[in-house]
């Protein structure tokens, strides 16, 4: 198996500094760097499979998001948003010393990596955007919203992992043992030895906080973002996705970097990118 570290790197909020753990795949002097981030609770660990596949051409870097996995909380959950997990991977891109990297983000990721090829002189030389783009379903925004908060405790951890795949069911048919893995990477046991999710249930607070009509303003705010990129752009879309449609994910290859458009069958939100068949998909783009 690749050689893989796990390292941090200390962030700043308006709320003080905080600490984002990442795993690091590959040969440390490799100029070739490919960031993965992943969705709204899922960890660094999603990517274990895709890292390893693509280690021979890069140095992958995963990070955990702030508020989720082996990073630290904010103090204050209004910070739990986009623009601040944005500075955060600038922090960690500074950290890493290398002048231009090709990125991966599923859905939440996907934004993240977004806002920041959205911007002029940014690093980012091809994007990976996972089941997401600037138009989203406001149902399927309020339908993760209500699942993130909820306190949810088990006294086993077979019980936990029924729930997890429960409420991933539509990331698409996988193996036993990739149902236990994704499982696995998102639970916990808690000082009382119930298993928990792995984050801040705080990350709640500004989804929840969404109104129709800030939704429709960051929707404004995510098309022009989307428009200014200029980057070679690949769009994976799950043919069932209820947070990107169908006729949104059309549309993003008609504008800004006119995104390649892939559309995986029999998967909801959010591909995982753990079947080869997948992974093909990210290598043929990224090495292309």
Sequence with gaps: ????????????????????????????DNPNVLVCVHGITRVSD??????QALSDHYRVICPDIVGRG???????????????????????????DVETVDWFGTSMGGLIGMGLASMPNNPIRKLILNDVGPSLNLEAIARIGD?????VR???????????????????AHTEAQWHKLAADVLKKNQDGKWIRHYDLNLSVPVKAITPELAVAAQAMLWKAYDAITCQTLLV????????????????????????????????????????????????????
């Design 154 to 172: 088990f006294d086993t951890f077979d019980e936990a992992a029924a729930y997890i795949r429960e409420v991933s069911i539509s990331f698409g």
């Design 237 to 288: 879309r799950g043919g069932d996705s209820d947070l990107l449609s169908i006729s949104a994910a059309q549309e993003m290859t008609q504008r800004g970097p006119h995104a390649q458009l892939i559309e995986i069958a029999g998967v909801g939100h959010a591909p995982t990118f753990v079947q080869p068949e997948q992974i093909a998909i990210a290598r043929n783009f990224l090495l292309s």
């Design 1 to 28: 198996m690749m050689q893989v570290k796990r390292k941090s790197v200390q962030c700043l909020s308006p709320a003080g500094l905080h600490r984002i753990s990442y795993k690091e795949w590959g040969d440390f």
């Design 147 to 151: 699942y993130i908060g909820q306190d």
């Design 46 to 51: 999603d990517f274990d499979v895709l890292a």
């Design 70 to 96: 082996q990073s630290d909380s904010l103090p204050n959950p209004q910070f739990y948003q986009v623009p601040q997990y944005v500075s955060d991977m600038v922090t960690l891109l500074a950290r890493l």
